[in-house]
């Protein structure tokens, strides 16, 4: 694996500029980054960015082999700034944000809403259960139907996310599952509710998901190209299809970091901020959701006696392959990281061990 150190130029909107000039925490970052990298303990990562205080402390690209969303491997890509990589489930998270700016728009319905009732071609699905079914069930993926994408592996067709993209109708594959728990009582990942979301955004604004999310989102914070994968009905991948460059992944961390600002502008409501990164259900033993983002208190520094030595609140994007995007408030920390390993089961180790043994082992 080579790597590729790129010189700080930011391309439209945030300039990331340099720490300064012997900076203890970038030299730290990077003297672990390297040797974690000579001890083969870092595989297939693609790129690496972080950011404190808005400053760039690293910015690091590689080769190695890559897929993209409905279309499978595209060989060896040597990265750079410039190119374009899938974001896989961090696009839930973007999704979120996308749902808030329509929300203030007035284009999408409120998260108490019934969420049947916003989809009025499929009035013949109605019954008690799917009655008692709100918006904010599928922003918290609380919506105790019968969805697997967990179990099984994404090149199975009996996936639930794989099962939707084959569909006839994806949107009606999702609300005519069976309602096997009660709404809002606990959490079940599904790609499915993102796509519900996605819809919605595009039933009320009158564009594309991409259109919207470009001229909304994207336009405004000065991202570079981006890209939404979609099927071959012609809808999009709402919950893994987004691909951009890493810098641009990095933005969106930015973004939350300001509380939805960005150059002056509210882009995204500060109070959806808020409801994105509130704890709404457990999604386990160590994590929180939100509105598509996960919630998690992360334990670093010194140990003082059986305690760590410091706890504060995580938000996280994550994607299979290996992407992350971690935001850390308390310390104004943004860790963006794009990789390959796709659907094996050690691809979180890297990322892991990036946020924990470099980064955040370097922080004082």
Known sequence: MS?????????????????????????????????????????????????????????????????????????????????????????????????????????????????????????????????????????????????????????????????????????????????????????TYCGGATALLARLIAKGSGKPLHDFAREHLFDPLGLGPTQWATGSDGEPFAASGARMALRDFARIGMLMLSGGRADGRQIVPADWITRCTTPAVSADELRRYGYQWFLLDIGFGKPRGWAVGRLERMWLAQGEGGQRLYIIPALQLVIAVTAGNYERDDQSLPPTRILREIVLASVE
């Not at 909107?13 to 340099?18: E, H, V």
């Not at 808030?100 to 009035?123: D, H, N, R, S, T």
């Not at 592996?153 to 999702?174: L, V």
Request: charged content about 25%; some cysteine; overall charge negative.
């Open 3 to 187: 790597s590729q150190i790129l010189p700080v130029a930011g391309q439209q909107g945030w300039d990331f500029a340099s720490a300064a000039d012997g900076d203890a925490f970038a030299a730290d970052v990077a003297r672990r980054l390297d040797q974690a990298l000579a001890e083969r303990r870092l595989w297939n990562i693609h790129g690496l960015i972080v950011l404190r205080d808005g400053r760039r402390v690293i910015e690091r690209y590689f080769d190695g082999p890559d897929r993209a969303r409905g279309v499978g491997d595209i060989g060896t890509v040597t990265f750079t700034a410039e190119t374009p990589h899938d974001l896989r489930s961090c696009s839930k998270s973007i999704v979120a944000l996308l749902y808030g700016i329509a929300l203030a728009q007035g284009k999408v319905p409120a998260p108490e809403a019934p969420l049947l009732a916003a989809f009025p071609e499929y009035a013949d699905l109605a019954s008690p259960e799917r009655a008692r079914l709100t918006v904010q069930h599928a922003l918290t993926m609380t919506m105790g139907t019968d969805w697997d994408e967990s179990s099984l592996p994404y090149g199975d067709p009996r996936n639930s996310e794989i099962a939707m993209d084959n569909a006839a109708d994806r949107y009606r594959y999702i609300l005519e599952r069976p309602v096997v728990d009660m709404p809002g009582a606990h959490w």
